[in-house]
C-alpha cells in the first residue's frame, strides 16, 4: 500500500515507509514461520519443512486454489468462520446462540450493501480497485500462511484459520465500496449506522 501512495504523491518518505514495511514484514513471516509449531499436528516425512512445503504450492498453484475450495466448501469450517468471526469466548468453546451469530451477518450484510457509494466509486475507482485487491491478497495470504505453517502436508483443508482473520481484509474491502469524508451525508448511510450501533 505505501508503494502505491507513493506512486500518487511521489513523495520519498512514502518509499522509505514501503521499504521498511516490507523489510519488517519479511522479518516478521520468517521469524513466524521458521518458530510456529503446532504441537498437535506432525508432518510426516524429515523433507516436509516450511521451505518444501513454500516452494509445493508455489510451484503447484492449483494445488492451493483446489485447497482453499475443499476449505471452503465445507459445511463445518464455514459455521466455524461465521461464528468466529462474530465472536467465540473463552478458548473457542463458548458460541453465543446460533439466531445471535445469523442475525448479525445478516446486519453485517445489510450495512455492507447500505453503504455502497456508487458516486464515489465511479469518481476515484482506480484508488478503490487498489484497496479491493489489497483485500483480496490479504485473504489469500491468511491461507497461504496457514496452510504451510499450521496444516499437516500433503493438505486436504488448511487448518488454524479463524474468522476473526477477516476482520482487516474485510475493513480493505468495506473502504473500497464506501470510504469517503464525508460517510453520513445520505439517509441510507445513517440507517446502515443504526446498524451497526445495533451489533455494537
Known amino acids: 500500500m505505501p508503494l502505491v501512495v507513493f506512486f500518487l504523491r511521489k513523495k520519498k518518505t512514502d518509499l522509505f515507509l514501503f521499504f521498511a514495511v516490507t523489510l519488517f ?19 510426516p516425512g524429515k ?13 503447484n498453484p492449483g494445488a492451493f486454489f483446489s485447497v482453499i475450495w475443499s476449505t471452503l466448501t465445507d ?11 462474530i465472536g467465540v469466548l473463552g478458548w473457542l468453546e463458548v458460541s453465543l446462540e446460533r439466531w445471535f451469530y445469523n442475525l448479525s451477518i445478516l446486519l453485517c450484510i445489510c450495512m455492507g450493501i447500505l453503504s455502497i457509494r456508487w458516486n464515489n466509486i465511479k469518481s476515484d475507482w482506480p484508488a478503490r480497485a487498489c484497496l479491493l485487491i489489497f483485500s483480496i491478497i490479504s485473504t489469500l495470504t491468511v491461507f497461504f500462511l496457514l496452510l504451510v ?15 476473526r482473520y477477516f476482520l482487516m481484509p474485510f475493513m480493505l474491502l468495506a473502504y473500497s465500496l464506501s470510504g469517503s469524508t464525508n460517510a453520513f451525508s445520505s439517509r441510507i448511510t445513517y440507517v446502515a449506522l443504526h446498524f451497526f450501533m445495533f451489533i455494537a
Open 25 to 43: 514484514t519479511v522479518i516478521w513471516l520468517y521469524i513466524a514461520l521458521h518458530h510456529t509449531v503446532d504441537l498437535r499436528e506432525e508432518r
Open 75 to 85: 459445511p463445518e469450517i464455514q459455521r466455524f468462520y461465521q461464528v468466529s468471526f
Open 149 to 163: 505453517s499450521w496444516t499437516a502436508h500433503p493438505a486436504v483443508i488448511i487448518n488454524g484459520v479463524q474468522g
Open 47 to 59: 523433507n516436509y519443512t516450511v521451505i518444501y512445503i513454500i516452494s509445493h504450492y508455489l510451484s
